[in-house]
């Protein structure tokens, strides 16, 4: 049965298509609005014509919507051994190590909680041996003359409980190889002391710091592992690195948040645009996590209602701030697919098409863990493993990677409105053995689509509010570790 995949949005008090077979968007009327909704989102040609108005039919036909879809393929984009060793041959543009797996802190939403995720590893104490580092960074700078700019990214648990190791491989690098890449660390900001900022900004190293926002909102959930608040901690070590050197400071240090209590949006906006120790300098919003969230008390930062407010405060700011997007604290979530929509190919989709999102683990980024194994995704089960610090990079591993996420997703996204869009990964759906579980990929996949309907909505009331707005959508500051 021919099966036509579609959305429909309701921006406001008017009603859009969205067809994903032509990428088009058309307005509709609120009876087929209502007609479509109550389809779902992929319905039969029969049912269609059951449903709809006659003339809206023949208009629809008239613009090429709604007709039956060339099913978007999810063939792997590489099917043979020698294709995949050829595409990791020039290596990943970027290196994450998990120094450690332990952290000076317990915040409550965190992936590592005990108890807080399905599937994903706990805090422990494994720490990562100075020469496992050292040779994994010099294997990966070794390979990278095609990349204009390569990163290292120091990654915990909180990296900055082994500064030692942190200072041997910068120090290995500088003595042993002619090349400098990017150096990136995500921590708390709890142990970012004064005895570490000549060793920083000597290197030029991109700090994230993890702060949620006023004291209140981060203390709600950032607490140390005897419960103490670290508020005054984060911004008193920032406050003392801005004083130490204020060019590198807006140059390299950066915030990460996490917005777990939608009530916050506003006093959480107010704060960064306003604190003096981190109103000048980028901010991030990072997600809480995919997976499904064992804590009911906590909620993820993707529940519809959430994305809702944020969108209606984001694409005001577009529109009446003149301003660029990258100046509002959540345009992380919005941008990227804002651009995607405004940018897309009207054009149908190719027989056996196949989907673009689908990547090749290990030619983007690779992670290794305390123990030398590789992965390819920092939250991802270190079960997925691509190789190790020993071997690197096994291609045979990469491409039954490919093939099985092939077979599991080719059972979904033919039928799924949103496979144009789609940024899938398959640490969303893996275990912590690395097996592919579809229980995790249906959650994923939920989360997914709101956000890109979400983001179709700020999509289609920018364009109607005020056209050249959508100009000033520009992408976050390259988010390394999302
Ligand atoms: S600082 Fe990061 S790793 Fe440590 S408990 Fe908080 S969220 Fe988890
Ligand atoms: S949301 Fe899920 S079903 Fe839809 S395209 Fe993405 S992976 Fe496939």
Same mark, same amino acid.
Request: proline share 4%; aromatic share 8%; charged share 25%.
């Given at each position: 049965?021919?099966?036509?995949?579609?959305?429909?949005?309701?921006?406001?008090?008017?009603?859009?298509?969205?067809?994903?077979?032509?990428? +088009?968007?058309? #307005?509709?009327?609120? #009876?087929?609005?209502?007609?479509?909704?109550?389809?779902?989102?992929?319905?039969?040609?029969?049912?269609?014509?059951?449903?709809?108005?006659?003339?809206?039919?023949?208009?629809?036909?008239?613009?090429?919507?709604?007709?039956?879809?060339?099913?978007?393929?999810?063939?792997?984009?590489?099917?043979?051994?020698?294709?995949? =060793?050829?595409?990791?041959? =020039?290596?990943?543009?970027?290196?994450?190590?998990?120094?450690?797996?332990?952290?000076?802190?317990?915040? @409550?939403?965190?992936?590592?909680?005990?108890?807080?995720?399905?599937?994903?590893?706990?805090?422990?104490?494994?720490?990562?041996?100075?020469?496992?580092?050292?040779?994994?960074?010099?294997?990966?700078?070794?390979?990278?003359?095609?990349? @204009?700019?390569?990163? %290292?990214?120091?990654?915990?648990? =909180?990296?900055?409980?082994?500064?030692?190791?942190?200072?041997?491989?910068?120090?290995?690098?500088?003595?042993?190889?002619?090349?400098?890449?990017?150096?990136?660390?995500?921590?708390?900001?709890?142990?970012?002391?004064?005895?570490?900022?000549?060793?920083?900004?000597?290197?030029?190293?991109?700090?994230?710091?993890?702060?949620?926002?006023?004291?209140?909102?981060?203390? +709600?959930?950032?607490?140390?592992?005897?419960?103490?608040?670290?508020?005054?901690?984060?911004?008193?070590?920032? +406050?003392?690195?801005?004083?130490?050197?204020?060019?590198?400071?807006?140059?390299?240090?950066?915030?990460?948040?996490?917005?777990?209590?939608?009530?916050?949006?506003?006093?959480?906006?107010?704060?960064? @645009?306003?604190?003096?120790?981190?109103?000048?300098?980028?901010?991030?919003?990072?997600?809480?996590?995919?997976?499904?969230?064992?804590?009911?008390?906590?909620?993820?930062?993707?529940?519809?209602?959430?994305?809702?407010?944020?969108?209606?405060?984001?694409?005001?700011?577009?529109?009446?701030?003149?301003?660029?997007?990258?100046?509002?604290?959540?345009?992380?979530?919005?941008?990227?697919?804002?651009?995607?929509?405004?940018?897309?190919?009207?054009?149908?989709?190719?027989?056996?098409?196949?989907?673009?999102?689908?990547?090749?683990?290990?030619?983007?980024?690779?992670?290794?863990?305390?123990?030398?194994?590789?992965?390819?995704?920092?939250?991802?089960?270190?079960?997925?493993?691509?190789?190790?610090?020993?071997?690197?990079?096994?291609?045979?591993?990469?491409?039954?990677?490919?093939?099985?996420?092939?077979?599991?997703?080719?059972?979904?996204?033919?039928?799924?409105?949103?496979?144009?869009?789609?940024?899938?990964?398959?640490?969303?759906?893996?275990?912590?053995?690395?097996?592919?579980?579809?229980?995790?990929?249906?959650?994923?996949?939920?989360?997914?689509?709101?956000?890109?309907?979400?983001?179709?909505?700020?999509?289609?009331?920018?364009? @109607?509010?005020? #056209?050249?707005?959508?100009?000033?959508? %520009?992408?976050?500051? =390259?988010?390394?570790?999302?």
């Amino acid at each position: 049965m021919d099966l036509i995949n579609y959305a429909v949005f309701e921006v406001d008090n008017n009603r859009y298509l969205y067809d994903t077979n032509t990428n +088009k968007i058309v #307005e509709v009327s609120i #009876e087929c609005f209502q007609a479509l909704n109550a389809l779902g989102n992929c319905a039969s040609i029969e049912q269609l014509n059951r449903t709809l108005p006659i003339e809206f039919l023949r208009s629809a036909h008239e613009c090429g919507v709604l007709q039956p879809s060339r099913f978007v393929s999810v063939s792997p984009p590489i099917e043979n051994l020698a294709d995949t =060793e050829q595409r990791l041959s =020039e290596g990943p543009e970027s290196l994450v190590l998990i120094v450690t797996e332990d952290c000076d802190l317990r915040c @409550k939403y965190c992936v590592y909680g005990e108890g807080n995720y399905n599937a994903v590893r706990v805090h422990t104490s494994r720490k990562m041996e100075h020469q496992i580092a050292i040779r994994a960074t010099h294997s990966f700078l070794s390979q990278q003359e095609h990349h @204009k700019q390569s990163f %290292v990214c120091f990654y915990g648990g =909180e990296p900055l409980l082994r500064w030692q190791l942190i200072e041997n491989v910068l120090q290995s690098v500088t003595q042993d190889l002619s090349v400098s890449p990017q150096w990136f660390i995500s921590t708390n900001g709890t142990a970012l002391t004064e005895d570490k900022f000549a060793t920083l900004v000597q290197n030029r190293v991109m700090v994230r710091v993890s702060l949620d926002g006023p004291q209140e909102v981060h203390d +709600k959930n950032r607490v140390d592992v005897r419960g103490r608040p670290t508020f005054d901690r984060v911004i008193k070590n920032l +406050k003392r690195l801005r004083d130490y050197d204020l060019d590198y400071y807006h140059k390299y240090v950066s915030i990460s948040f996490v917005v777990a209590d939608p009530e916050n949006l506003d006093t959480v906006n107010h704060f960064f @645009k306003n604190d003096a120790i981190v109103c000048d300098i980028p901010k991030v919003c990072s997600q809480i996590n995919n997976k499904e969230l064992l804590n009911q008390g906590l909620t993820t930062n993707m529940r519809r209602e959430m994305l809702g407010k944020q969108r209606r405060q984001y694409t005001k700011h577009l529109t009446t701030s003149g301003r660029k997007s990258r100046d509002h604290p959540f345009n992380f979530w919005w941008a990227k697919y804002i651009i995607a929509i405004r940018d897309r190919e009207i054009r149908s989709l190719q027989p056996n098409e196949r989907m673009r999102s689908v990547c090749v683990p290990g030619s983007h980024r690779v992670v290794v863990h305390p123990s030398g194994k590789y992965s390819f995704c920092i939250q991802g089960a270190e079960g997925i493993q691509i190789g190790n610090a020993e071997t690197g990079i096994d291609a045979g591993k990469v491409l039954k990677i490919l093939t099985d996420i092939s077979n599991v997703l080719s059972r979904f996204c033919p039928k799924c409105w949103c496979s144009r869009f789609c940024p899938i990964c398959p640490a969303y759906f893996s275990d912590d053995k690395g097996e592919f579980s579809e229980e995790l990929l249906v959650a994923a996949c939920k989360d997914i689509r709101n956000h890109i309907k979400s983001a179709f909505e700020a999509f289609i009331y920018i364009a @109607k509010t005020d #056209e050249k707005a959508l100009q000033l959508v %520009v992408p976050s500051e =390259e988010l390394l570790l999302s």
